[in-house]
């Protein structure tokens, strides 16, 4: 019987769940709304396999094997622009629908919560494109995974790093079938869910629930360098860049993460899954031929693990612009993000999830305000990027102070 006493233990793949054979598992939310397995004891008869199918109870060894690098940027403009980086995940995608296939990703239900579910045809892979900075809930899908590929469809399933682990774990022997692909991400973490429904509740308070979507990395406004989170309204779209938007700001301050996302046990070179996609700032840092690529549209970085991974490859490349790059290049300029959990201040973690349990939506406001000061960068940053002097900034500030927190 699985039973988490330390949740940086746990990272809620959902495998412990869905291999039970009697259904006595479910993932019930905590306090900071992040989701953990609740056994009925009732119910369960102690076979072992829930704790034999957890990534971080029985972790799949780091093995070296051999890789192919590359950096891409889909053709299809309209795509491009509806991703987060460069497209290649829907390149990925559209050749496992070619065949007849099924894909999974992490998307919105009706009331925006994050969760994962499946598309099979190429319009529905529109609500995978963009980032969702929320760990997802992935109710029935490593199930419903194998049930497709027990039926001799083609499977990609899209996720973080430990989700991946997760499902390969929960396959077992059918993690190798011919028929499935698996892409995971360079993670940064994965934030609260229950952060995430306050901020929501805030913006539907604001804007008298007249929103049609969140999109956490848009490009319409300012494009791939200085992409910005909207609130996507049916008039007058909102959009704040990291300095303002008090979501991004909590995302990127590392105060409401997973617990296990501090000490992340998924953080390698080498992994299970068949492709490592992630962003692409600078092409000039891995090529001489980076002036094909249009560095404001979005660039992918793209690990290939696998002989699956290949089998597939040319289709995808067929569908973007690209060039081979190395794969030391390509991991060597991410260190920290592909190898180093994200840091935790002890201190104002726990002042925060004390506030927020009382207060949710205040909390927010009161831990991410607009200030004199998050404006003036705010506006500094758009002098920077319409002067075109955007690009020499972020590579400045990355080289002198990105290099120090490594």
Not at 189 to 198: R, Y
Not at 265 to 285: E, G, I, P
Request: proline content about 4%; hydrophobic content about 35%; glycine content about 6%.
């Amino acid at each position: 019987m699985i039973t988490i006493t330390d949740k940086e233990k746990c990272c809620g793949c959902s495998a412990c769940m869905s291999i039970c054979p009697v259904n006595a598992i479910t993932m019930t939310p905590d306090s900071q709304g992040f989701l953990y397995p609740a056994v009925n004891s009732q119910t369960c008869i102690n076979c072992g396999k829930c704790e034999a199918v957890c990534p971080i109870l029985s972790p799949t060894p780091e093995r070296e094997h051999e890789q192919e690098a590359y950096l891409l940027q889909h053709k299809d403009s309209e795509i491009l622009r509806d991703s987060t980086s460069g497209g290649a995940f829907t390149a990925i995608a559209k050749s496992i629908l070619d065949k007849g296939g099924v894909v999974f990703g992490a998307g919105y239900d009706e009331g925006f919560r994050v969760i994962h579910k499946y598309a099979e045809d190429y319009e529905s892979l529109h609500a995978f494109r963009n980032s969702k900075y929320v760990q997802s809930d992935k109710r029935e899908c490593f199930s419903e995974v194998k049930g497709f590929l027990e039926e001799g469809r083609y499977v990609l399933f899209s996720g973080t790093p430990c989700e991946a682990e997760g499902l390969v774990n929960f396959l077992g022997e059918l993690s190798g079938a011919e028929h499935l692909l698996i892409s995971d991400i360079v993670c940064h973490a994965t934030p609260s869910p229950a952060v995430w429904q306050a901020y929501i509740n805030l913006q539907m308070k604001k804007n008298e629930h007249s929103i049609l979507d969140f999109r956490f990395r848009d490009k319409a406004k300012f494009g791939y360098l200085y992409s910005q989170f909207a609130v996507v309204r049916d008039k007058n779209s909102l959009y704040e860049g990291i300095e303002t938007n008090m979501f991004l700001r909590a995302f990127f301050s590392n105060v409401c993460d997973r617990p296990s996302c501090y000490s992340c046990k998924f953080r390698k070179r080498y992994r299970v899954c068949d492709f490592t996609l992630w962003d692409c700032w600078d092409a000039s840092q891995f090529t001489h031929d980076s002036r094909k690529f249009d560095p404001n549209a979005g660039i992918t970085r793209m690990l290939v693990h696998s002989e699956r991974g290949r089998k597939i490859l040319p289709d995808v490349l067929t569908q973007c612009t690209y060039t081979r790059i190395s794969p030391d290049d390509a991991v060597k300029y991410s260190s920290r993000e592909m190898f180093c959990p994200v840091p935790k201040d002890e201190e104002r973690y726990r002042k925060f999830w004390e506030s927020f349990s009382d207060d949710p939506e205040g909390t927010l406001r009161r831990f991410f305000p607009k200030t004199a000061k998050t404006r003036i960068e705010a506006l500094l940053r758009r002098i920077a990027f319409r002067t075109g002097m955007y690009s020499f900034v972020r590579g400045m500030y990355k080289k002198f102070f990105g290099e120090r927190k490594r």
